[in-house]
């Protein structure tokens, strides 16, 4: 197995297109992306790998200790081979992700597999929009993935970046949950948006639209837990990884730690985390619930909802928004009629929410910035 460094040039990335496509087609050995400024990987992980596994990444640690993820070489051509069959004809993308990431590694595969290799931003020094959209001008490429912070980013800076984000065929749209209000302003300016559901463990996005894709079944387990299974399966973990972690793993397939319901014309709807769900009073209330009823509200661009221990109700619904001349207890007033017992008793106004991995909300960093604004007290 062969350790790839990335720094976010566009120079590391087509290294590490290179590597891992030939160990997807079966002319190289797997390769482990490592992102800028990470340790070297422990010796556990360097270790040769089976002969059917193509890459190992490694988990954002968005719920606990990242892991590393093997990921069979027939597991990637079947993820991209299924992304072609439902969004349209291979073709080449712009990588605006970080490489060493499962999502940002497809976009390198995905090219590569339609006989063309990434075009690639230069992330050393963040995502701009005008980078953005001067790579986009250069590439010439039919595809790209975002996450919702970006797409929100780029629409905001309108002109040549939302020309840009109009020219692709289809932007990929995941990593984190999507706010309908941000879809339907990117949709109304003509960007051919395409939501996606995934994670390392199933070689990223393998739900779009809310419809597995050719190879993959989804089911819901009594609880509302997502369970995950088919062609794009990884092969499990590699090194130290608690035993409820390695369990997740069954002949049955992948048991998420998200929770979904079917919407009426057969979609899946991802609620959010089964550990994010907030009981309060003996109700429990899925996060993306709030934030849904917040985003809706005018002038908020994001939303994240939390919950902090209450010593009556258990624990109590506080989130915080992001958005210009928002006011706080407004917001709570304004939403509160419509959600009942998940009304949140506090709204903090933020310029920018905590972020971890390649665009997902800090929940962690979020509550405790909350706990510190609002301590034990219950706001009504």
Known sequence: ?????TDGSPEAAARLGSLASAAVEGDGPAVLPTGPDEPAPPPELRTPVDDAVAAVVTTTGSTGAPKAVLLPAAALRASADATYARIGPPGRWLLALPAHHVAGLQVLLRSARAGVPAAAMDLRDGFRP????AAAADAGASYTSLVPTQLLRLLDAGGPAADALRSFTAVLLGGA??????????????VPVVTTYGMSETCGGCVYEGR????VTVTLEEDGRIR???????????GAVSDADRAAFT???FRTNDVGAWTPDGRLRV???ADDVIVTGGEKVAPATVERALLAQAGVREACA???PDPEWGARVVAAVVGDGLDGDALRVAVAPGLGRAAPRAVAVLDALPLRGIGKPDRAAVRAYLASCFGGSDRT
């Not at 197995?1 to 460094?5: D, G, R």
């Not at 005008?130 to 959209?133: M, N, P, R, V, Y």
């Not at 949950?177 to 003509?190: K, S």
């Open 1 to 5: 197995m062969e350790t790839v460094p």
């Open 130 to 133: 005008d980078a953005f959209a």
């Open 177 to 190: 949950a999507a706010d309908p209000v941000l879809l339907v302003r990117a949709r109304t300016a003509g």
């Open 212 to 215: 597995p894709l050719a190879g």
């Open 228 to 238: 995950l299974s088919g062609a794009t399966l990884a092969a499990g973990y590699r």
């Open 251 to 253: 002949a049955d397939g």
């Open 271 to 273: 609620l959010g985390r």
């Open 306 to 308: 939390v919950g902090l």
